[in-house]
């Protein structure tokens, strides 16, 4: 593939770690996305840092990088990309309220410390909780700042009260008295001298407390996840995480429904259930549950053992419940069965 000049150029301009901050005070817009894409393909994790902390757009989309292998990012800038986000929640200079995450992980075992679907999964729900600590440690500081530029604003205007108290003592024993029209002339040079002090301080920077960055992502959550991914989605904090495709693993019907629960409805487009011994009665407790996303289009059940060659009581009227919920689906256009033992009872669901 023959490079753009720009691509070029920006290729040289990230090389160099160390000059980053002196760059980027002088780069307009329209370059920050050349800049990147050469920061993840050279694998400079300062420069995404210092890019993305900034992100003068409100839209940073990173997913879908993995299929091209040479632009599969690598654990390490991808760490420096969820902490840059972090970092720009309290950067008056950072514009963003939309990161796209989606198709970003890689399950190609051969490519190089790239980060898997699960591990990606993780690292963002750790970085929900930190963004939230960061907030309110942040939020914390300026109180503290407030409380003590006002109490030296207090202690100043201490001092000058006690200050013209002791001039004035001293001129009237001395026999001079004060016309109105001196005192008023000493009260706005008081402010006067008050609002010059208050200015010298040191600028706060804005906070963004009230912009939520809605992260969307593909997630995968199994057994040892599924504690922490549930944590994170009833968490309230600046992030909120969005998913488009939500793969499961060797969870019960019960905890996948949870997730359900907690997931925005307007966003999800898949769900892939593996190894996990649902039952007809799973499954028909599922499908109510993804009756309310409007636009779920694809539901994978792989190896999830609905059993139906035991008989059970009630299991007739189960397998109806799961063909009545499958009609509810009216967005779906792929539905993928794999070793599900359903001998005889598949063209009752469809």
Known sequence: MVLSLVHLCAREVVSDHGL?????????????????????????????????????????SVGGRGKRDHDTPNRLCVQALLLAVVRGLTDKRCCLQVLDLCGLQCEDGHVEDAMGGWSLTVALCSTVVQARNHTTAYRGRRRDD??????????????????????????????????????????????????????????????????LVNVRADLFVNARSWERVRGALSLSGPLRLHCRFLRVEELPASSIASLLELLPQEELLGLDVRYSSLGVSGLALLLPQLARFPRLGSLRLHYCNLDVLRTRPGQQEALQDVSQGLGELKMLRKLSLTALRLPGHLRLLL
């Open 20 to 60: 980053s901050s002196a760059w980027l005070s002088c780069m307009p817009r329209e370059l920050y996305r050349p800049l990147l894409d050469a920061a993840f393909a050279h694998c400079r994790p300062l420069a995404i840092g210092e890019l993305v902390q900034r992100w003068p757009e409100r839209i940073l």
């Open 146 to 211: 407030r409380e003590n530029m006002k109490r030296e604003r207090d202690g100043a205007v201490k001092r000058d009260r006690a200050r013209l108290k002791k001039e004035e003592g001293e001129k009237v024993a001395c026999g001079e008295i004060s016309t109105p029209g001196e005192e008023k002339v000493k009260g706005v040079r008081r402010r006067m001298e008050m609002q010059k002090r208050a200015g010298a301080q040191p600028q706060q920077v804005p906070s963004r407390e009230d912009v």
